[in-house]
C-alpha cells in the first residue's frame, strides 16, 4: 500500500491540505487550469456549475442507495439522472470508491476522482460529465490514474479510464481514454506544477 501523507480535505473550498504542516496541495482541477486544459472553466455559467454539482449528487446517491424522490428541487436533472442509472444498467461495474479525496504520496496532489472499482472486469476510474466532451479530459483521467495507483498496487496505466457524458434527454456516450501518450502530458504537468516529496 501507499505510504500514508495524512491530509484534510474542505469539500466546500476544495482544498487539500497536509495535517501537520498546513500545506496546501495543488489538485487536479487546478493543474488542468494551470496548464489551459480546463477552457470549460473559464466559460462555464453558474447555471452549468449547478447543474454539475446537482447531477454529481444525485448520481452518488444513487450509487450508495440512498436517493430519495427526485421531486421539487431536483425535478429538473431527472434526464441526467435517468442517463445515469442507464449506463450503471448497460456496464459492468463494481464501484470501490464513489467520489473519495486522495493525496498522492510522492507527487503531493490532490484529487477526487468520481467512480474508482472495477469496470468491464478491469480497474478503472470513470469521470462523470453533464457537458461535452473536452481535450482536457483524457489527461484529466490520466491524472486521476496517477493518483490512485499508489493506493491500488498498480502502475497508472494499468488502469482504465472513462468519461461517461451524461445528457439532459436520459441519454449518454462513454468514451475509453486508452492513450498511453496521456501520461506524458499528465507527468508533465505534474513536474511543472507539483512538488514532489524527496525520495
Not at 53 to 65: F, G, I, K, P, T
Not at 164 to 184: A, S, T
Amino acid at each position: 500500500m501507499a505510504t500514508d501523507l495524512p491530509f484534510r480535505f474542505d469539500p466546500v473550498a476544495h482544498r487539500y491540505t497536509l495535517v501537520g504542516s498546513d500545506e496546501e496541495l495543488p489538485h487536479i482541477t487546478g493543474l488542468l487550469e494551470a496548464d489551459g486544459l480546463n477552457q470549460n472553466a473559464r466559460w462555464m455559467t453558474a447555471e452549468s456549475k449547478v447543474r454539475g454539482s446537482a447531477v454529481h449528487r444525485l448520481a452518488a446517491d444513487y450509487d450508495r442507495e440512498a436517493l430519495t424522490d427526485v421531486i421539487g428541487s431536483w425535478s429538473y436533472y431527472k434526464g441526467w439522472l435517468h442517463a445515469y442509472a442507464k449506463a450503471m444498467s448497460e456496464i459492468p461495474h463494481r464501484w470501490d470508491f464513489i467520489e473519495m479525496p486522495f493525496v498522492h504520496p510522492y507527487h503531493r496532489f490532490g484529487g477526487r476522482p468520481d467512480r474508482g472499482g472495477l469496470a468491464y472486469g478491469a480497474v478503472a476510474v470513470l469521470d462523470l460529465k453533464s457537458g461535452g466532451a473536452e481535450d482536457g479530459h483524457p489527461i484529466q483521467t490520466a491524472l486521476q490514474a496517477i493518483l490512485i495507483a499508489p493506493h491500488l498496487n498498480l502502475p497508472p496505466h494499468r488502469i482504465e479510464r472513462y468519461a461517461l457524458y451524461l445528457k439532459q434527454n436520459g441519454h449518454y456516450g462513454l468514451e475509453h481514454h486508452p492513450r498511453r501518450r496521456d501520461f506524458d502530458r499528465a507527468y508533465r504537468i505534474i513536474r511543472d506544477y507539483c512538488r514532489s516529496s524527496a525520495a
